[in-house]
């Protein structure tokens, strides 16, 4: 039998909650320590999948006990922690963003390039098996050449007061998935126009935000990408890709929980509502996310989006909440 992965998990909110629970899920790991600040969260965390506790990561770093770590704290701890895991030598995969402020993460990138251990940004939508197997085809010229891509996401409901000040605006927080997913398809991007709108959140608009937002990517080759954002809707989590080519189109289309349809008087093929939350529609893809990094972890062949990719997304919803305030297009350089 291989020996279990020891892992560390920092930060134990909602995303960290569901890398634990993948952790359980996975033969090959054991959650080794939960460490966070509110040691209250940490010790509900080892009490439900295991581990030891600490408030401290210089005690984690410092126990000899760890292979890999995941970061789910707070995004401003993120660039500290994937340092600290770069001095220790231990791979380590961190929740997106890497930083909001992108001197920040170039101040890491050297070193980031220098290191040999694995580390990886938590874009899971990169392991969804419909958005995988629509790339696939894409990929096999099913289409022909690719013209146009267009992503949907909406969330069923708007987050917590709270939480908007310190989310780093709509760009940052939410549209940075799909800022990598484009990138997935068509990674040149080289040029950013968007456009935000406050159209029913007052405390959104209050915390100087945008509630919806359009943006268009341009690539190198004059493919167009166009993601469509909004911080709620009505039928439950909207989660869709289109791909249209020379030759024809691929689509993904949102999900429920059963096939089963309705015919009657008022209405026909009526289904039911599609799944309403992030950890409804990702829990596969969060897991397999994690269980291809415990393949980094071990020295073997990986897919999972790297700092490279962490630091491409930042720079485009960067551009995306320029031109949305500036009302230009931006011209981008990843490089």
């Known amino acids: 039998m291989t020996q279990q992965i020891r892992v560390a998990l920092f930060g ?17 790991a ?4 939960v460490c966070d600040p509110f040691i209250e969260g940490a010790k509900r965390t080892a009490a439900e999948y295991g581990g030891r506790v ?6 984690v770093f410092a126990s000899g006990e760890v292979d890999a770590i995941i970061v789910a704290s707070p995004t401003a701890t993120h660039v500290d922690l994937i340092e600290k895991s770069i001095d220790a030598g231990i791979p ?23 290191t040999d251990i694995p580390i990886v940004l938590g874009f899971n939508k990169r392991f969804d ?11 096999a010229d099913e289409i022909g050449a690719l013209e146009q ?6 969330d069923p409901g708007e987050p917590p007061a709270a939480y908007l000040p310190q989310s780093g605006g ?3 927080d939410m549209t940075i998935h799909d800022l990598d997913m484009a990138r997935y398809f068509i990674p040149d991007i080289v040029e950013v126009s968007a456009q935000g709108a406050n159209v029913f959140s007052d405390a959104i608009r209050q915390a100087g935000d945008f509630d919806s937002t359009v943006v268009t990517l341009r690539g190198s080759k004059d493919e167009l990408i166009t993601i469509f954002n909004s911080r709620h809707s009505a039928f439950g989590y909207d989660q869709r890709i289109e791909a249209f080519g020379s030759a024809g189109l691929l689509h993904v289309s949102n999900k429920n929980d059963n096939l089963v349809r309705h015919w009657g008087a008022r209405s026909v093929e009526g289904i039911a509502p599609y799944q309403n939350f992030f950890l409804e529609r990702y829990a596969e893809a969060y897991r397999l996310e994690v269980a291809e990094f415990l393949r980094a972890v071990r020295g073997l062949p990986y897919r999972n989006s790297g700092f ?21 297009s931006i011209a981008v350089d990843l490089s």
Do not use: Y
């Open 149 to 154: 891509l267009i992503i949907t996401s909406r």
């Open 30 to 33: 054991t959650l080794a320590w």
């Open 170 to 172: 709509i760009f940052r």
């Open 308 to 328: 490279e990719d962490g630091r491409a997304a930042l720079i485009l919803a960067n551009a995306a909440e320029e031109s949305a305030r500036s009302g230009t």
């Open 129 to 139: 098996r419909h958005f995988v197997e629509l790339r696939r085809r894409v990929g």
């Open 54 to 59: 600490s408030d401290d990561p210089d005690e």
């Open 12 to 28: 134990t909110g909602r995303i960290g909650q569901v890398h634990a629970m993948s952790l359980a899920m996975l033969e090959e």
């Open 92 to 114: 380590v995969l961190c929740e997106k963003p890497i930083d909001l402020e992108i001197t920040r993460v170039d101040a890491l990138r050297a070193k980031a390039a220098a």
